[in-house]
């Protein structure tokens, strides 16, 4: 119910800034949200467009305009080796944030804090919590984005701002998921190492970050976490090894840390 130029701003800044790897950025939304951009505004320019829908055929969508029936059919659709895709964004509306939450499909949540709203603000749809547990805030962290510049200076980063004609205050945070550790259980059958792979896998399967892949059946990953084996009494992991070209592996890699 507010309609703050500065976080207009911010949101266009961050969601067109490439990685330093390259590639066009994308962002995903439902079909309420797409009705809800201006005509003149949509497709989103300088980002690949990507909307879901369960009936794309009874639209005429513009060019450049990607339709997927859920998130991970989206997620498969970037995915594709022909698309050079940098940071992917979920921009709404609140059933495509939730699932997105729930299903684990985003690890970092861009967030704007509003405040000194009118006490007669009204509001049908609300952002999901991020429990304490779960997500870890902090102040958002940028030195190019101009966001709202009170006095002719950009804003501290961090800052609490202040819309002039609203009164409306507001600041920019970044929610980073939290890796949880992985507890290896004493074995009851004298087998360690299986054991704390298989323990591995439980984690990965129960907490893993759920993205698409070029198959479209989609992969859980898990950053951050390792195995460790003892070798100690003459034993040995059994290791497998397969030869694989070396571009495959560069392309594999630079695709997992998009």
Known sequence: P?????????????????PETGGTNAVIMGRKT??????????LPGRINVVLTRHPERTL????????????????????PTRAVGHV???????????ALREKFVNRVVYTEVANLPADS?????????????????????????TNKENGNAPETGAWHTDGPSGITYR??????????????PPTDGNAEERQ??????????????????????????????????????????????RVFWRGVAEELLWFVA
């Open 197 to 242: 792979y298989l323990d591995l896998c439980r984690h990965i399967l129960d907490h893993g970050v759920r993205r698409g892949d070029r198959t479209g059946t989609g992969t859980l990953s898990q950053f951050g976490t390792q195995m460790r084996f003892s070798l100690r009494d003459g034993t040995l992991p059994l290791l497998t090894t397969k």
């Open 172 to 185: 920019f945070l970044e929610y980073t998921r939290k890796v949880a550790s992985v507890t290896v259980q």
């Open 61 to 80: 969508w513009p060019d450049g305009v990607l339709t997927a029936t859920s998130l991970a059919d989206a997620a498969a659709l970037l995915a594709q």
């Open 34 to 43: 797409w009705d809800s951009i201006p005509d003149r505004f949509r497709p």
């Open 2 to 18: 507010w309609r703050l130029p500065g976080d207009l701003r911010h949101f266009q800044a961050v969601t067109t800034q490439p």
């Open 122 to 146: 009204k509001f049908d749809a609300f952002f999901p919590p991020l429990p304490d547990a779960e997500w870890q805030a902090q102040p958002w962290q940028t030195s190019t984005t101009a």
């Open 89 to 99: 964004f979920v921009i709404g509306g609140g059933q495509v944030y939730e699932q």
